[in-house]
């Protein structure tokens, strides 16, 4: 009898300690437009070094576009791996950069630039492009 009380009690403090995080929808949507930008931006490094290419990538407070050119003026829509036109991500509701990101491009060497931190708001961890290699993590 009482192993079972003290197996009652634990599930009851892991319920409420656990429970609520389930519930908070907007942590975990941060953190997936976060991890969708980290890759979306090693996308566009390495698409930049296969085609030669510069490619810009332009932000707004909750939106990511990508764009492909000859030169650092990126004039052509990047098409995502999908198959899509272009290459845009939108953040979910709620869901935006703490600051919104300056834009910049990767060159034919997939070298950035200008090296940043962004942060998505709700996100803990920082994406990080490293402006000498650009390096994206």
Same mark, same amino acid.
């Given at each position: 009898?009482?192993? #079972?009380?003290?197996?009652?009690?634990?599930?009851?403090? #892991?319920?409420?300690?656990?429970?609520?995080?389930?519930?908070?929808? $907007?942590?975990?949507? /941060?953190?997936?437009?976060? $991890? %969708?930008?980290?890759?979306?931006?090693?996308?566009? +490094?390495? @698409?930049?070094?296969? +085609?030669?290419?510069?490619?810009?990538?332009?932000?707004?407070?909750?939106?990511?576009?990508? *764009? @492909?050119?000859?030169?650092? $003026?990126?004039?052509?829509? #990047? +098409?995502? !791996?999908?198959?899509?036109? /272009?290459? &845009?991500?939108?953040? !979910?509701?709620? @869901?935006?950069?703490? &600051?919104?990101?300056?834009?910049?491009?990767?060159?034919?060497?997939?070298?950035?630039?200008?090296? +940043?931190?962004?942060?998505? *708001?709700?996100? @803990?961890?920082?994406?990080?492009?490293?402006? %000498?290699?650009?390096?994206?993590?």
């Amino acid at each position: 009898m009482v192993e #079972l009380i003290m197996v009652i009690v634990i599930a009851g403090i #892991l319920a409420a300690v656990a429970a609520p995080r389930f519930f908070e929808v $907007d942590v975990f949507r /941060s953190r997936g437009f976060a $991890d %969708e930008v980290k890759a979306s931006l090693r996308y566009a +490094q390495k @698409t930049a070094i296969a +085609q030669r290419r510069f490619v810009c990538v332009a932000f707004t407070a909750n939106r990511v576009t990508l *764009t @492909t050119g000859p030169t650092v $003026d990126c004039g052509t829509d #990047l +098409q995502s !791996p999908t198959g899509e036109a /272009s290459y &845009v991500i939108n953040a !979910p509701a709620n @869901t935006a950069f703490a &600051v919104t990101p300056a834009n910049f491009n990767f060159n034919a060497l997939g070298r950035p630039s200008a090296g +940043q931190v962004i942060n998505v *708001t709700g996100a @803990t961890n920082a994406i990080t492009i490293e402006a %000498e290699t650009g390096y994206v993590h």
